[in-house]
Structure formats: structure tokens, C-alpha cells
């Protein structure tokens, strides 16, 4: 399998969790494999499209005399026919081909999306974890001044409240990440229930140094795009087989007439042996139903036509929602961690200070920290939306991009 071409093609040059479970995706997917499998089929099949017919042996016996007779016929479909057949099933054996690395790529951008799905997950909850020590230490300075009459019983609640929820939410992520590796074990093609590792490094914001002209060129190169344009291919080759089925068909063949003897004694000979040579060709007598075959054969490579521009359109339109949908997650992740969350942050801070000398409500401090944990939460959603938006776009591509400069 030239797995090495692809790996070479599909893999960025950094080391790391992602790029390990992508090359053993490569190697270990049963989709891949399946897919792999599914060419070498189609190759060997365009040996046997090509082949002539089997000959025909046949052996007669007349019963009044004895004779034995033996045949031996070839048959010679029309030249244009046969070749059809070839080129059909190498087109075929192309679009398995196609089929194959378009799989490489499905399969290896499958693992990036679910592997920053986990990776969102992992961070949440240790946000989670974080907020959940400040509403500790927020529940010990509550009881603390409960005793010298400065907060009252409800104070002491809605902290334990505010905790036991955010509690509730982390153990709600936990299930889910458990869910998530066993996706991301199935793309790998394990069946262990060996945890998967994820690297704690939060994912770049870039955007692709190729111009949108490139982008789209890229796009139409797709695998998929590939194997539709072969199918075309396939399909101009049933034409041809189509029309070959009104021609003639010839047989070539020859026969042996062995001699016949009677008595015990003198072996007299009552039939001499003989050589017959003949060569007969097939009537095409039914026109009529040849040329509807060639009419339904048109009508098929102009359905895979028509396919193969609707998939060319709907992989350009989902090419500008991928690219929108990257630029808008770019413009969310800056605002909110240069804009948003400084001033989440300022705020608590400010609150705390506030309650900390009786000036302040508790109320407004929850209020607070809830509005940073969310912000801490979108913050990290945002990053691996991008993260996913810009494996869709190499997913569309079928290659690797390089990310712009000045990229993180």
C-alpha cells in the first residue's frame, strides 16, 4: 500500500498526539483498509474485461455408426467491444483508486475533529476545576463572615449551590469525554480502552497563505471530484460498449471427425476421419433494443456529468461557509480573550475587593464569576471550533495548508 505518499501529503510537519493518531489512522483504519482493498479488486478486474471468451470444446457422438466427433470454437467479440470493456474497468479501477486516498483524507480530518472535540472537553473541565477552587475559597470567606453576623444563611446556599452546579457540569463533561475517546479509538481502529492523549497546548489562529483562486482549484482536485470525473469516464466507456453489442460477433473454429471401425478382427473402417475448418459470425438482427441500450448508456454518462458538477458546486459552497466560518471563529476567540475576558476578570476582581470590605453584594460576585466561567468556557469552544473549521477546509482541499504568517 503507498500509504508513505499519502502520509507525506495529508501530514503537517510537527510532531505530537494529533499527528501520531492521524498516521496510525492511516495505517490501522479499517476504512482505509476497506478502501485499499476495494482498488486492488478493481485492478485485478481489468485483466479479466479483457479476456476473450472462453473457447468452446464439443464432443459428439453418432449413434447409428459410431462416429466420434470433437469441436473446438473461439469466439472474437467486436474489436471496439472488448476495448470498451478495458477501458471501462480501468476507469472503474481508477475511481477505486480516487475512492482510496479521498478515504485517506476523510479518515484523517474525521480524527482532527474528534480529537479537538476531546480536547474541548478536557478543557472545560479544568476550567471547571479552577472555578470550582474560587467558589471553595468563595464558600470559606461566606461561612466565615456568617459567623460574625456580616452574611446570612441564604449567602452560605446559593455559593453551595453555585458549586454543587458547576460540580454537576464537570462530572456532565467527564461522560462525555469518555464518549469521545471511544470515537477517536474507532477512527484509529482500537478496541482497547487505553485513555487518549491530548495535548494541552491550545490550537493556533491562522488562516490559509493560499488565495481563494488556489483554494477553489484545490477543491476541484479533490479526490472525490476525481472519482466522479472517472466515473464520467466509466460511463463513456458503456457507450461504447453499448454500440459495440450491435456489431457482429465472429467464431472461429475447427473439427475432428474420427474414424468408425466394426468387426473384432480386421478393424474395417465404414467412415473416413476428416478435418473441418469453419468460421461463422453472429446476425444482428435486433437493432432496435441495441440502440436503446446505447440510448439508456448516454443517459447514464449524462447523470454522472450532472453529478459530478453538482458535487464540484456543493464542494465550492461548502468551501466559502468553511472559509467564513474560519475567519468569524478567528474574530470570536480575539475578542473575547484581548476584550472580554480582561474585563470579566477586572470585574470579579473589583467585586471581590468590594465584598471583602462589606461594600459589595454577594450576589453581584456570583453573578461575576458565573459571566468569567462562561467567557472561559466560549473562549475554549471557539478555539476548537476553529481548530475543527480549519480541518474541514484541509478536509475540502485534500492537502495540507500553510497557515498565513503571523499566525499563533
Do not use: C
Not at 469521545?180 to 482497547?192: F, I, K, N, T
Amino acid at each position: 500500500m503507498p500509504l508513505l505518499l499519502l502520509l507525506l501529503l495529508l501530514l503537517p510537519a510537527a510532531a505530537g498526539p494529533l499527528e501520531d493518531y492521524r498516521v496510525e489512522a492511516q495505517e490501522q483504519s479499517p476504512a482505509v483498509q476497506a478502501a485499499w482493498q476495494r482498488w486492488q479488486a478493481a485492478q485485478a478486474e481489468i485483466a479479466v474485461a479483457r479476456a476473450l471468451p472462453e473457447p468452446m470444446l464439443d464432443l459428439g457422438l453418432m449413434l447409428r455408426s459410431g462416429q466420434l466427433r470433437v469441436g473446438l470454437s473461439q469466439a472474437f467479440p467486436w474489436p471496439t467491444g472488448l476495448q470498451a470493456e478495458g477501458q471501462a474497468a480501468r476507469a472503474e479501477a481508477m475511481v477505486a483508486q480516487r475512492a482510496f486516498e479521498a478515504q485517506a483524507v476523510e479518515v484523517a480530518a474525521a480524527v482532527e475533529r474528534a480529537y479537538w472535540e476531546l480536547w474541548e472537553l478536557r478543557a472545560a473541565q479544568a476550567v471547571l476545576v479552577e472555578h470550582g477552587a474560587v467558589l471553595a475559597g468563595l464558600s470559606g470567606a461566606t461561612r466565615a463572615r456568617l459567623e460574625v453576623g456580616q452574611a446570612s444563611l441564604a449567602d452560605v446556599q446559593q455559593v453551595d449551590l453555585a458549586a454543587a452546579r458547576l460540580e454537576d457540569s464537570r462530572l456532565a463533561l467527564q461522560a462525555r469525554e469518555r464518549a469521545a475517546e471511544a470515537e477517536l479509538r474507532a477512527l484509529l481502529g482500537r478496541r482497547d480502552r487505553e485513555s487518549m492523549l491530548t495535548d494541552p497546548q491550545r490550537p493556533p489562529l491562522a488562516q490559509p497563505s493560499d488565495s481563494p483562486e488556489a483554494l477553489e482549484a484545490a477543491v476541484l482536485a479533490h479526490p472525490w471530484l476525481g472519482a466522479a470525473e472517472e466515473q464520467v469516464a466509466v460511463a463513456e466507456a458503456m457507450i461504447r460498449r453499448a454500440k459495440a453489442r450491435g456489431a457482429p460477433e465472429f467464431n472461429a473454429g475447427v473439427e475432428w471427425t474420427l474414424p468408425a471401425y466394426e468387426g473384432t478382427g480386421d478393424h474395417v473402417v465404414t467412415e473416413p476421419e476428416g478435418l473441418m475448418v469453419g468460421l461463422g459470425v453472429r446476425l444482428t438482427l435486433w437493432q432496435r433494443s441495441y440502440a436503446q441500450g446505447v440510448v439508456a448508456a448516454k443517459a447514464g454518462a449524462e447523470g454522472a456529468r450532472a453529478e459530478q458538477r453538482a458535487m464540484g458546486d456543493e464542494a465550492l459552497a461548502m468551501l466559502e461557509a468553511t472559509r467564513i466560518e474560519l475567519a468569524d471563529s478567528e474574530r470570536r476567540a480575539r475578542l473575547i480573550e484581548q476584550t472580554l475576558l480582561p474585563q470579566a476578570q477586572a470585574s470579579l476582581d473589583s467585586l471581590l475587593g468590594a465584598l471583602s470590605t462589606d461594600r459589595g453584594s454577594l450576589a453581584q460576585v456570583l453573578m461575576a464569576q458565573r459571566e468569567l466561567l462562561e467567557l472561559r468556557l466560549e473562549a475554549d469552544m471557539v478555539r476548537a471550533a476553529h481548530a475543527r473549521a480549519w480541518a474541514a477546509l484541509e478536509q475540502l482541499s485534500g492537502r495540507p495548508l500553510t497557515r498565513s504568517e503571523g499566525a499563533e
